[in-house]
Antibody, heavy 127, light 107 residues
Framework: EVQLVESGGGLVQPGGSLRLSCAASGFTFSSYSMNWVRQAPGKGLEWVSYISSSSSTIYYADSVKGRFTISRDNAKNSLYLQMNSLRDEDTAVYYC????????????????????WGQGTLVTVSS | EIVLTQSPDFQSVTPKEKVTITCRASQSIGSSLHWYQQKPDQSPKLLIKYASQSISGVPSRFSGSGSGTDFTLTINSLEAEDAAAYYCHQSSSLPQTFGQGTKVEIK
């Protein structure tokens, strides 16, 4: 059974940092691209970042570029999101999401839909 | 950035009624349009991929159509468990974007 479990959320002051983790199980993690998607309280979904299976291709939304860093450790079946210079508007539930097919060339997974999502971890940025 | 505009924003529907949600893209995205259902306090769930492809385990009352800039999610014979927010999502170009969501309420 595919499972994605996020952790690392919490309350942080504006300008602070937080590192989110997503532990994956039930599939060959090293073969799939992964994404982070966030949802502000009472709002819709916003794509945050993408990383290919080999980590060679990475994309960010403009709203987080230069402040957030996505990474993965295929040996540990884990996905990460390092968030720096946090702002009030970064307050949201952060989900990790798997694409629905294995990468067949680098960055091919960018174009795939998201078939499995974690339960989310809440990040609150407030003084 | 491709903007996805869903309509309506909210719909109150009687069980067994048919529901139609539209998603319009600001430029052509081919068939790279996917639909998700999100129930309160749950993670999104993939309902339809590539505009019209069904997903294993998703009830057959959910269907999708469209291509280019205009897409539709149809729920035939709505059931009480279908109360949720529905989002369209495009993966055609960077950045990926979502529609603003359509909330479906059961009367």
């Amino acid at each position: 059974e595919v499972q994605l479990v996020e952790s690392g959320g919490g309350l942080v002051q504006p300008g602070g940092s937080l590192r989110l983790s997503c532990a994956a199980s039930g599939f060959t993690f090293s073969s799939y691209s992964m994404n982070w998607v966030r949802q502000a309280p009472g709002k819709g979904l916003e794509w945050v970042s993408y990383i290919s299976s080999s980590s060679s291709t990475i994309y960010y939304a403009d709203s987080v570029k230069g402040r957030f860093t996505i990474s993965r450790d295929n040996a540990k079946n884990s996905l990460y999101l390092q968030m720096n210079s946090l702002r009030d508007e970064d307050t949201a539930v952060y989900y990790c999401a798997r694409v629905d097919e294995e990468d067949y060339y680098d960055s091919s997974g960018y174009y795939f839909p998201f078939d499995y999502w974690g339960q989310g971890t809440l990040v609150t940025v407030s003084s | 950035e491709i903007v996805l505009t869903q309509s309506p924003d909210f719909q109150s529907v009687t069980p067994k009624e048919k529901v139609t949600i539209t998603c319009r893209a600001s430029q052509s995205i081919g068939s790279s349009l996917h639909w998700y259902q999100q129930k309160p306090d749950q993670s999104p769930k993939l309902l339809i991929k590539y505009a019209s492809q069904s997903i294993s385990g998703v009830p057959s009352r959910f269907s999708g159509s469209g291509s280019g800039t205009d897409f539709t999610l149809t729920i035939n014979s709505l059931e009480a468990e279908d109360a949720a927010a529905y989002y369209c999502h495009q993966s055609s170009s960077l950045p990926q974007t979502f529609g603003q969501g359509t909330k479906v309420e059961i009367k």
